[in-house]
């Protein structure tokens, strides 16, 4: 669905010249919500834009539904960018314009017919649920609502993909969850592609497929969200995981003050979905004979799916231990020896 090929992007001249991207290659599959998750000046921005070339790229390709966007004609482009919508973190509204004349705009500058341009609107009202709202103007709206307004826009055109650009930063918590939730849903309805880029692991969390962590101009690591939430491996994804590097002196804490007993074995346990509640570990230890203390734990969902993570120290004679850890292992649980 959206393919970028070697894709490097350069501001400024000579010794002034600044790196955005540096040979970025990435693939989003049709349906998905894809998510770029990165540090301020990572170069997010540059990469969001890049799709729809509303920045050129110094060089690479960019390849959505199946055209090169790199190498088409002025005109071609702009009707490639028809099926591509996007919004904005400050929503960038006409602010002169009423939210019905918002939502009109696009279709109004092709010409589209009267009559069809009002079903359409009024279409779009209902799917954000402001049919009350359309004769006000931005100013007369909450962030929310103006985001609302960005979204039906966006939509107006029938759009293939979907770019949020840190859409949700400018919002307070509650409004971000009912924003998500809408985005959430057209994707669903629609199967419309979304890509959004955003420097907060939870919005990543709640509502997308796969992720992709962008550092220094380049995605140092991708993958579904469960798998790089659980599992990450590059420093930055930790960071924003916030799980070493937070929590490691409360975990050396807990670990010297959990001492004591013949030996002991500290172990990082995850699970996803329905094991996230099962008393695996309870009814192991229980039959093996070790005895368990949780030294740290969460308890949480990525996408409505439930997982978990447990910092757990096992004690007892070595070879039960390692008789606990291969059985927790065997049913499915993933385990990572941290320390003793
Ligand atoms: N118009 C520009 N002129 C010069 N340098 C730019 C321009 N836009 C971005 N940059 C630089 O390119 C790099 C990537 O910027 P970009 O805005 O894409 O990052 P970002 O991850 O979106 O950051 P933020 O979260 O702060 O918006 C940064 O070093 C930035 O300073």
Redo the contacts with the bound molecule.
Sequence with gaps: MIELKQLTKY??KGNRR???LSGLNLSIERGEIFGVI??????????IRCINLLERPTSGEVWVDGVNLTTVSQAQLQKQRRKIGMIFQHFNLLSSATVYDNIAFPLRLVNTPKQQVDKKVRELLELVGLEEHSGKYPSQLSGGQKQRVGIARALASDPHVLLCD?ATSALDPQTTGSILKLLLDINQRFNLTIVL?T?EMHVIQSICDRVGV?HQ?DIVEQGPVAEVFLKPQHQVTKDFIQRESEHAEELQAAIAASGGGESAQVVRISFLGSKTYDAILSRTARHTGVDFAILQGTISTIKNVPYGQLIVRFEGNQEDIEHTLREVSGQGLDVEVIGQ
């Design positions: 501001y400024g600044v790196s955005a990165g540090h301020s000046g990572a170069g997010k921005s540059t990469l840190e880029i420097h962008i101009g």
